[in-house]
């Protein structure tokens, strides 16, 4: 009995020592929990007190300086002759020789190529043919007409000579009437003849005169129309004259485009002469930073280790490309420059006498708000927001948000962007 009443507690005991075997390891990870999200809160919390650090060596600070400073604008460009010809061919041809190449100096009628066309010669024949016909015919017209008034020289010379002796026969029979010796038909036939000779003279010379109107009316169009055909045919030569193609004016070649063989038509252009050693440089300027340019304004091309200084020329009205090419008159010029050469330019459009200003950071690209590094004591970088306008090719004028001997990070911490703080170490 008392064995199975013990046995029956023992029992009873373990089935009740169950749930609060349960409960306590419940109980336990519930504490185990609690101290995980307070670990993990003084973490965070310490995170957050304590600003992420930045090795000093990865940093490049530079000191905001009072001076006075010139605003530039920048640009890529190139060399470009201040003259150049163009020679372009004047009729369609075929390119027979070329008798240059790139980097030849000429004369003023050296010959650059030789072009033919046959169908130009063709031309130049048809109009001295014609030429000859008109001429042929003008020289029949003028020999009908000279043979005609030869004739009627004749006999007007004839006619004027028969009324001469008329006239003399009549005065002679006048002075033998009145002696007496002559009748009155005799004097009236001598009269009459006299008179019919005289018109008859008076009828030669007009028409003596009426032949020389008639011959310049005849002549006339026959010259006019071998004049017209002598400026083609002379037209024709001078086409003919040019397909041996000449430079014009003395210089260098530049550049040929065209090869033996090839057909050409009006308009192209066979090569390029450059008629002085005299350069410019056109400068590509962002087409916001154009709009402070001006002609007359200094300027500096960048050469490899050069320095050449000039002034704005001209400025192109239109924009091409998110640029405007600005050309650039050089006032010193050393050997050796060639058209083509790849420089960089600037050009000073405004000076501030009295200005903050610092090294360009390397994200300053156009005029605008910024947030950069200030150094604060020093092991501690603060967020700022800064006005920056870009100045030259190394510098950038301070607006607003920095003061004179402050000092900043120009370096990219763009990826601690989001925060206001940064540790120094």
Do not use: C
């Not at 460009?77 to 008798?99: D, F, K, N, S």
């Not at 405007?324 to 600037?346: F, N, P, Y």
């Amino acid at each position: 009995m008392v064995e199975q009443r013990s046995a029956g507690m023992d029992g009873a005991r373990t089935d009740r020592s169950l749930p609060e075997r349960r409960r306590r390891w419940v109980a336990a990870l519930w504490l185990l929990g609690a101290l995980a999200a307070l670990s993990l809160t003084l973490a965070l919390a310490r995170a957050r007190g304590a600003p992420p650090a930045v090795e000093r060596s990865e940093t490049l600070l530079a000191a905001v300086t009072r001076e006075t400073l010139a605003q530039r604008v920048t640009g890529p460009g190139r060399l470009v002759p201040r003259h150049l010809r163009w020679l372009t061919a004047t009729h369609r041809a075929r390119v027979e020789q070329l008798l240059v190449q790139p980097g030849d100096r000429l004369e003023a009628h050296g010959r650059v190529a030789i072009l033919a066309n046959p169908e130009m010669d063709l031309a130049l024949l048809e109009a001295r043919r014609e030429l000859a016909a008109a001429r042929i015919q003008v020289e029949g017209t003028r020999r009908q007409l000279d043979t005609a008034r030869e004739a009627l020289e004749l006999s007007l010379t004839a006619a004027h000579e028969q009324a001469r002796a008329a006239h003399h026969d009549e005065q002679r029979l006048k002075g033998l009437q009145l002696e007496g010796l002559a009748s009155r038909s005799e004097l009236e036939q001598a009269e009459s003849r006299s008179s019919e000779l005289e018109a008859r003279e008076r009828l030669l010379a007009q028409q003596a005169v009426a032949l020389e109107s008639r011959r310049t009316r005849e002549l006339t169009p026959g010259q006019a129309l071998v004049a017209s055909l002598e400026q083609i045919v002379g037209h024709r030569q001078r086409q003919l004259a040019e397909l041996s193609f000449e430079s014009g004016a003395p210089g260098v070649v530049q550049s040929v485009h065209v090869e033996p063989g090839q057909w050409v038509e009006a308009g192209v252009v066979l090569a390029k002469v450059i008629i002085s050693d005299e350069v410019s440089a056109e400068l590509s300027i962002d087409e916001l930073d154009a709009r402070q340019v001006q002609v007359g304004q200094p300027a500096l091309i960048s050469l490899g280790s050069s320095r050449l200084s000039g002034q704005v020329a001209r400025i192109d009205p239109m924009a091409s490309q998110g640029t405007v090419v600005v050309e650039v008159t050089l006032e010193q010029v050393e050997g050796g420059l060639r058209a083509d050469q790849r420089v960089s330019g600037e050009i000073e459009v405004r000076s501030y006498p009295d200005a903050l200003s610092v090294r360009a950071p390397l994200q300053v690209t156009r005029a605008g708000h910024y947030t950069l590094f200030k150094l604060v004591g020093s092991s501690e970088l603060l967020a700022v927001d800064v006005e920056l306008v870009p100045a030259s090719a190394d510098r950038v004028l301070v607006k607003s948000g920095l003061v004179e001997g402050d000092q900043v990070v120009i370096s990219d911490l763009e990826r601690f962007k989001t925060f206001e703080r940064l540790a120094l170490r």
